[in-house]
């Protein structure tokens, strides 16, 4: 029997085959460790049929590789059981095509969210996605780890945008699924299959998606509450009557809290907006702490601070809860019990029933994550570990509870990658 071949086997004969396009430099290798696990090198296409090239050298060397963009994510998901190659697309950077007309673009799949936001700008447009970190999230990273932020409640989330992709297969093969413009896009939506799926499914090489006009006006306000609950309350009392691009809760172990709203479109419209948020936070007895156009310097900060929370510090915890938005009150309350004992911060969306809690990666952590759990089962939550210390690498488990569809996925999973050549490991259940 043949023994599999080793990380750096499987390394040196992708090099051979792809020659300067590979880069084993030590240097290199370690600025793409993911889970605490790194690979034996770096391959860095300059278009997709490099980038083909490069996973068909790593299937037929029996290896495995992880699909990357510009690392702004990788903590999230499991560590890799196998990691040979890192595969990343951040010199695919080119806007394939755009049509503002059709309110589409195509883009390559190392272009950022922030050079595409530009792009968009100077023609009125925008991509409506508030993504963590958009200046090192590329836009193949934005699909394949699915990172919607809070416009997601009336604008949509990632899926909602994408229109097609290209993609290489786990053989090296390129494909092609949905289209360039929206009436063009029909059938089984298999495109949709790699929103999420960390690199599991297929490498990305571009995408198209759907854009929006940039609204004419947009508006920020801040308002204090006094418990979590007022707090919780005014955000869905907001969101769910008065039509607002975006609404989050920030707090902390303490019971007090702060709702951030974001307001946009016609300027008159918002103009009246406004004055009904004013009005909901007068009778939930919170104060308005900030009150400005959305381009003020406090006003940005404070929608930074929500967009970026998955951004935490090198040490730190983050920890997703969803749950049906009549739960989210109780649930937080029970959050913040936990986080008690860990100085942690929260952070909620009370229209799509999502918080997000980070607390430092100590001593206490581990239990603090049990009661999390805990939580979860006993409000019928859902738990994602979004990030977390390498050292808990083989015994955390980053979904709880497992889907009922897991079974499903995993036949999904070998059917498109039987060698297990993409990023075997990294996904639910350990896919």
Known sequence: MTADPTPQDAAAAVAARLGAAADAAHQACAAWIVGGVGPALVVRPADGAELAAAVGAVAAAGGALVPLGRGAHRDYGHAPRRYDVALVVDRLTRILEYEPADMTVSVAAGVTVSELAAVLAREGQWLAIDT???AATTIGGLVAADRSGWLAASLGRVRDAVIGIGAVTADGVRVRAGGRVVKNVAGYDLMKLAVGSLGTLAVLT?????VRPLPERQHGLVLGADTVAAALGLGAAIEGGLGVAATGVI?????AAAVVVRLGGVAADVGVRRARVRELARRYGATVQLDADAAAPDVDASFVAVR???ASAAGEMVVRLACLPTRLATVVTAATAALAR???TWQADPHRGVAYLAFTAGGAATAALGDL?????????HLVVERWPPALASRIQVWHPLPPALALMRRMKSALDPAGVLAPGRFVGRI
């Open 373 to 381: 759990a805990r939580t979860a089962d006993a409000h019928g939550a």
């Open 308 to 310: 970026d929370f998955a």
């Open 251 to 255: 707090g902390g172990a303490a019971d």
């Open 206 to 210: 571009d995408v198209t998606l759907k």
């Open 342 to 344: 860990v100085d942690g």
């Open 132 to 134: 963590p970190l958009p």
